[in-house]
């Protein structure tokens, strides 16, 4: 079955300092894998996708991601965190072996970005 | 381009009642899916409509239903409504297509569901 972990509910960084938010997934073919920013009352909005290609994937607003295949893993991650960056993250998952376009997504993790 | 729109944003229900959520996609987009998120279960996947088709289904009893019409937009019911039915109510679109699905889906606001 399809499944995608964050393990910190939070993360807490001072402005500045680079950020790092973990995410890893299960999936019984090959990933598709996105990252989503939810701000209070609002929608999800969409940050970055690894479809295949380089491991590095570069996004919106300074944010990159970098895919691992043998650790199953899909990170975000930005050199230097802002205030504004504090939001609820979203890693989410698509199975290729699934013809649809339905999303698995993890729990979410609140980064806390303080003055 | 005007991105996911969705209707109403708030909404409040009683017990017992039904209610029609409603979502346009950004234009030229064919896939619609439909999302719950609560703060118990998360997002979870209701399903997913191409071409006024259903395509893929979540595990949800079946008071929750859609439907796509032949311009793409889409509409979910949920009828008999419970205290649990309380979320936000997301939809999401993507260009779709019959290949392999690698295109992002891009989300609306929300519609705020509370059931009283």
């Known amino acids: 079955a399809q499944s995608v972990a964050q393990p910190e509910d939070q993360v807490n960084v001072a402005e500045g300092n680079p950020l790092t938010v973990k995410c890893t997934y299960s999936?019984?073919?090959?990933?598709?894998l996105f990252w989503y920013v939810q701000y209070p009352n609002r929608g999800l909005q969409f940050l970055l996708k690894?479809?295949?290609?380089?491991?590095l994937v570069k996004g919106s607003y300074g944010f990159e991601a970098e895919f691992n295949k043998s650790q199953t893993s899909f990170h975000l991650k930005k050199p230097s965190a802002l205030v504004s960056d504090s939001a609820l993250y979203f890693c989410?998952?698509?199975?290729?072996?699934?013809?649809?376009?339905?999303?698995?997504f993890g729990s979410g993790t609140r980064l806390l970005v303080r003055p | 381009k005007a991105g996911v729109t969705q209707t109403p944003r708030y909404l409040i229900k009683t017990r017992g009642q039904q209610v029609t959520l409603s979502c346009s996609p950004i234009?030229?987009?064919?896939?619609v899916s439909w999302y719950q998120q609560t703060p118990g279960q998360g997002l979870q996947f209701l399903f997913e409509?191409?071409?006024?088709?259903?395509?893929n289904k979540g595990n949800f009893p079946g008071r929750f239903s859609g439907r796509q019409f032949s311009n793409s937009r889409s509409e979910m019911n949920v009828s008999t409504l419970e205290l649990g039915d309380s979320a936000l109510y997301l939809c999401?679109?993507?260009?779709?297509?019959?290949?392999?699905?690698?295109?992002?889906?891009?989300f609306g606001p929300g519609t705020r569901l509370t059931v009283l």
């Open positions: 999401a679109s993507s260009s779709g297509g019959r290949g392999p699905p690698t295109d992002t889906q891009y």
């Open positions: 989410a998952v698509r199975d290729t072996k699934d013809s649809s376009y339905k999303l698995i």
């Open positions: 690894y479809i295949t290609g380089d491991n």
């Open positions: 234009s030229g987009h064919r896939s």
């Open positions: 409509y191409f071409s006024e088709t259903q395509r």
């Open positions: 999936v019984s073919g090959n990933p598709y």
